[in-house]
């Protein structure tokens, strides 16, 4: 996938980066791009598993550009590996101009997102036969 062409999917996640979400130098702070990326990745967690599930580790980070206020933000989630109560799960972040039609990669990383049972205890992501 190259890193000016948006993925031809629809995202699993998209918003628009407000003045509230910046750091004190006035681009995105990189902690909301880390959540929005963590919500993304949950909700397909929560979609394989059918139920709860929680974030137990974030491999590969990395930033490739700034947001800027005003870009729209879109979060492509897809699953990498499914285990026995852990999935993985790979997610790229899409920074989009409000006034262009092309888009940048800006973040990726893979989410470890383990299936929880009532007690908040790992348990299997598909039912055991
Ligand atoms: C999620 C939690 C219940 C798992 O409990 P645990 O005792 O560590 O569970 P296990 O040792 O049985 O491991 C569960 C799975 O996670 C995997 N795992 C454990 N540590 C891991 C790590 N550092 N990186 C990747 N996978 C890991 C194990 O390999 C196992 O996968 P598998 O069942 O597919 O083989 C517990 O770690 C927890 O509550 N963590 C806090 C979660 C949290 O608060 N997240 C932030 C908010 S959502």
């Given at each position: 996938?190259?890193?000016e062409?948006?993925?031809?999917?629809?995202?699993?996640?998209?918003?628009?980066?407000?003045?509230?979400?910046?750091?004190?130098?006035?681009?995105?702070?990189?902690?909301?791009?880390?959540?929005?990326?963590?919500?993304?990745?949950?909700?397909?967690?929560?979609?394989?598993?059918?139920?709860?599930?929680?974030?137990?580790?974030?491999?590969?980070?990395?930033?490739?550009?700034?947001?800027?206020?005003?870009?729209?933000?879109?979060?492509?989630?897809?699953?990498?590996?499914?285990?026995?109560?852990?999935?993985?799960?790979h997610?790229?972040?899409?920074?989009?101009?409000?006034d262009?039609?092309?888009?940048?990669?800006?973040?990726?990383?893979?989410?470890?997102?383990?299936?929880?049972?009532?007690?908040?205890?790992?348990?299997?992501?598909?039912?055991?036969?």
């Open positions: 996938m190259s890193d062409t948006m993925p031809d999917c629809s995202p699993t996640i998209r918003t628009i980066a407000m003045p509230a979400d910046t750091n004190p130098a006035g681009d995105i702070f990189g902690g909301w791009l880390m959540s929005q990326m963590d919500l993304a990745a949950g909700s397909i967690a929560s979609l394989t598993a059918r139920g709860r599930s929680a974030t137990i580790a974030v491999e590969g980070m990395k930033f490739h550009r700034p947001v800027k206020v005003g870009d729209e933000v879109s979060l492509y989630a897809e699953i990498e590996r499914i285990g026995r109560s852990s999935m993985d799960i997610v790229e972040a899409w920074r989009r101009e409000r262009s039609e092309t888009g940048q990669k800006v973040t990726e990383a893979t989410f470890t997102f383990v299936a929880l049972d009532e007690n908040g205890k790992a348990r299997p992501v598909k039912p055991e036969a």
